[in-house]
């Protein structure tokens, strides 16, 4: 489903490519490449910051399911375990971050009520609330990414 496309030290982006379209189109496994970009329904990035004082990174989440048709079917929950189960193995990361929009209903019950997310405040000035899901709260956290990413492969990309 995701393509790494780009990773520097501060910011990470995965390309999502709705399956479903994929399959439909070709399912020949030589010519799938070639028709990815053309399934491409949205992306997910996470961007880093550490904090000097505690030494921990926070990865802020970001998503958008750019394509309204691959809206609804799981793709922005799958992704958003996937981004997380890669960033525990193969980067530092302590907390999970997100900031909503008030108005944003949809990404609120995503964030807090699928994955889990807790509210740490709400942003009076930019009418955000801005959600953790902290690694450093006990094994559990860690686990349920493990858990909902189970199906994970990773491969290398030429
Ligand atoms: C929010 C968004 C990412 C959801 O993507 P999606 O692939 O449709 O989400 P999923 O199918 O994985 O849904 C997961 C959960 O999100 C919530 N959700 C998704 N769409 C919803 C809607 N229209 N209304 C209310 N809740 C919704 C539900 O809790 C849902 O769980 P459920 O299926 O068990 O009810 C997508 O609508 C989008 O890209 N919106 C614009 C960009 C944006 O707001 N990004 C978030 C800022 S970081």
Same mark, same amino acid.
């Given at each position: ?7 520097? #030290?501060?910011?990470? !982006?995965?390309? @999502? ?8 189109? &070709?399912?020949?496994? %030589? /010519? ?40 609804? #079917?799981?793709?922005? !929950?799958?992704? @958003? ?8 193995? &193969?980067?530092?990361? %302590? /907390? ?63």
């Amino acid at each position: 489903m995701h393509t790494i496309f780009k990773l520097t #030290r501060a910011e990470l !982006t995965f390309i @999502l490519i709705d399956k479903t379209q994929l399959l439909e189109k &070709n399912s020949d496994e %030589d /010519i799938v490449n070639t028709v990815a970009t053309d399934c491409m329904c949205g992306d997910v990035n996470i961007f880093f910051s550490e904090d000097d004082e505690t030494n921990l990174t926070t990865g802020e989440m970001e998503i958008m399911i750019a394509e309204e048709t691959s809206r609804g #079917r799981g793709i922005a !929950t799958e992704s @958003l375990w996937l981004m997380m189960r890669y960033a525990i193995e &193969n980067l530092k990361v %302590d /907390i999970f971050e997100a900031k909503i929009l008030e108005q944003n209903i949809a990404s609120l019950a995503l964030f807090k009520d699928k994955m889990g997310y807790h509210e740490r405040r709400f942003h009076e000035v930019f009418r955000e609330h801005w959600l953790e899901y902290r690694l450093c709260d006990g094994a559990d956290y860690r686990q349920k990414i493990v858990v909902n990413s189970q199906h994970a492969i990773t491969t290398k990309y030429e």
